[in-house]
Nanobody, 124 residues
Framework: QVQVVESGGGMVQAGDSLRLSCAAS????????MGWFRQAPGKEREFVAS????????SYADSVKGRFTISRDNAKNTLYLQMNSLKPEDTAVYYC?????????????????WGQGTQVTVSS
C-alpha cells in the first residue's frame, strides 16, 4: 500500500508563487510515474502535470504550461509542483497521484494511489 500526503497549499494573491510537495510512503522510484490533478468547486477533477519515474518526461495541461513546473526527488520519495504567476482560476484542491506505469499523462484511470489533497486559493 502506498500513502501519499500533499503539503504546501495556502492562500495567495494573483501573481504569487507556491510550491506543493507530495511525500510518498514507499520507494516511488520503482518505475512509478506521478502526477498532479486539481478540482475546483463545482467542477470535475482535471489533470495538471505528470512526470515519469526517471524524471525525464513531463506533461502539462495547456492552462498551466509555462507557469507550473513538476519535478521529483526519488531519493526523498517526494514530488513537487512549483506554481508561478498564479491566477484566480488556479484555485482548487490539488491532488498528488501515483501511477501504475513508468510514464503517464492525463488519464486519471492510470493512477491508483491518491492523496487527500491540499487547498490552493488565489485571490485577485
Amino acid at each position: 500500500q502506498v500513502q501519499v500526503v500533499e503539503s504546501g497549499g495556502g492562500m495567495v494573491q494573483a501573481g504569487d508563487s507556491l510550491r506543493l510537495s507530495c511525500a510518498a510512503s514507499k520507494r516511488t522510484s520503482s518505475n512509478n510515474a506521478m502526477g498532479w490533478f486539481r478540482q475546483a468547486p463545482g467542477k470535475e477533477r482535471e489533470f495538471v502535470a505528470s512526470i515519469s519515474w526517471r524524471g525525464d518526461r513531463t506533461s502539462y495541461a495547456d492552462s498551466v504550461k509555462g507557469r507550473f513546473t513538476i519535478s521529483r526527488d526519488n531519493a526523498k520519495n517526494t514530488l513537487y509542483l512549483q506554481m508561478n504567476s498564479l491566477k484566480p482560476e488556479d484555485t482548487a484542491v490539488y491532488y498528488c497521484a501515483v501511477s501504475r506505469y513508468s510514464y503517464s499523462g492525463g488519464d486519471s484511470a492510470q493512477y491508483n494511489y491518491w492523496g487527500q489533497g491540499t487547498q490552493v486559493t488565489v485571490s485577485s
